[in-house]
């Protein structure tokens, strides 16, 4: 009994993370999108609320099996304040924080939401009859009206 309540706080903190990276992967894409109308100020502004969202996950405890994707999470931080303080390309920045986090979110294998995670199982589609072709066909004059198909 023991081993499966570990095995469950596992996954849940497993899935917790995902759900962050998810929020962030988020942030980022509103960010990426609404840089081109927003200015300069506002748009670091911004980002330095994504580099405090990426602190706050970093922050709190995690078993060691996550700390391969904290690291992966903190290069995106760092690469993002870095960004800022030597005034660089902040939105080439961006698309790249934002494929980073894209493959990390992929690597984790949480869902996101619960929309869509369970795939349906598809049950075979019954065939529909195809029409012989033209060439086989009778003229629509030599087919006898409905009702009367009973052979002689």
Known sequence: MEM???????????????????????????????????????????TE???NQIRKILH?????????FLRRLQKCGVALMKCIDEKG???ETLNSV??????LSHKIAAPINKLGSKPKKQEPKPQKETPPPASQQQPASMMPPPGLNTPV
């Open 60 to 68: 709190t405890s995690w078993p060691r099996t996550e700390y391969k």
């Open 4 to 46: 499966h309540f570990k095995r469950f706080i596992l996954n849940e903190q497993h899935e917790y993370l995902g759900h962050k990276v998810g929020d962030l992967l988020t942030s980022v894409h509103e960010l990426v999108q609404g840089g081109k109308q927003v200015g300069a100020r506002q748009l670091v502004k911004h």
């Open 49 to 51: 609320g994504v580099v």
């Open 89 to 91: 390309d902040l939105t």
């Open 98 to 103: 934002r494929s980073e986090l894209e493959d």
